[in-house]
């Protein structure tokens, strides 16, 4: 009889809690196909730097080299795009992608975005800990981009 | 009987646990093991041939049972997988031992998977190249269990001991 008591009581409780996660789950979760916390503005200047270059290919091999020495394996890397991905995993999974472009007439825009597990990385601080990373392998200073 | 309330309860926390997740304020950090690492999962190769070297890397990788998954031979990159069985003797004794005792199945590790990705760097007269391996681990119920950067030094003199012998080999086209 104390088992069915404890077994009621257990639906009873995970009852509205799944329903809870779950039915707000299944009403907002498409608005994660467009959401996201910040401006689009904002994000860019969180997630961008410049630097006074305009070697692509040599700042994408250094991004790599970066990334690598911040315990990420590449994904995926392309030179005409400009783009590369890697992940860490470290008890979680941390994905980022970075995009190297000209920037004006003398230097390249790096751009990176990362996503921790399922969460978007909007916080300034993760980008600024990665640029001090890679000023240090471009033996260049980064610069925040308006 | 107290067990199943607290079942609940502790899933129930790790649920909303769950989604209030931050980044962890080092992630993106060089931490002071960071250069020994990289000393670690790096070697000099006495060639200018970027392209010869990555060629061999992807053979060794494939002697290792690697997929290629990607490459982008301009930027020094392959990015190769593998799946495995990841059961271990230990875990599955505990396992059986918690089902006698409690009457209760504890999930074991079934599966992994292990990543590497190759990268080459030209350096003067010579070519880097760094190789780095992680994995992540399932269990029979196929939750994740485990995600985790390989750091141990013998999987990746392993790997190095392997390319010297590759690059001998294909210099003698063996």
């Avoid at chain 1, 196909?33 to 969180?46: D, F, H, L, N, P």
């Avoid at chain 2, 990015?79 to 059986?96: L, N, P, T």
């Amino acid at each position: 009889m104390k088992k069915i008591t404890h077994l009621a009581l257990a639906v009873l409780l995970a009852a509205p809690a799944s329903l809870a996660v779950h039915g707000n789950a299944a009403a907002d979760s498409m608005e994660h196909v467009m959401g996201t916390e910040k401006s689009q503005v904002a994000i860019r200047q969180i997630q961008t730097r410049a630097f006074d270059t305009r070697e692509q290919k040599q700042t994408l091999r250094t991004v790599i080299a970066t990334l690598q020495d911040l315990g990420f394996v590449i994904d995926k890397a392309d030179e005409s795009l400009g783009t590369v991905s890697g992940t860490k995993l470290n008890g979680y999974s941390l994905r980022m992608t970075v995009t190297v472009k000209p920037h004006g007439k003398t230097q390249t825009s790096v751009r990176a975005n990362a996503q921790y597990n399922v969460v978007a990385v909007e916080d300034p601080e993760p980008y600024q800990q990665f640029f001090a990373a890679l000023e240090k392998a471009m033996f260049l200073t980064a610069h925040e981009v308006d | 009987m107290m067990r199943r309330p607290l079942c609940v309860l502790v899933a129930f926390s790790m649920i909303m646990g769950g989604c209030a997740q931050q980044i962890p304020k080092d992630a993106l950090q060089l931490r002071p093991e960071s250069l020994e690492l990289r000393q670690l999962q790096t070697r000099s190769f006495e060639t200018k041939d970027e392209k010869k070297l990555l060629t061999t890397g992807a053979s060794v990788l494939q002697d290792l049972g690697f997929n290629i998954d990607e490459s982008e031979t301009p930027l020094g990159v392959i990015v190769g997988s593998k799946d495995r069985d990841a059961v271990e003797a230990g875990q599955v004794v505990g396992s059986v031992m918690v089902a006698v005792l409690f009457g209760v199945y504890m999930p074991v590790d079934k599966n992994q998977k292990i990543r590497a990705s190759l990268v080459t760097r030209p350096v003067d007269k010579k070519t880097n190249m760094r190789v780095t391996f992680q994995r992540i681990i399932w269990n029979t119920q196929g939750q994740i269990t485990r995600t985790e950067s390989v750091e141990d030094p013998k999987i990746y003199q392993e790997f190095f001991e392997k390319m010297s012998k590759s690059v001998f080999l294909e210099a003698h086209e063996i």
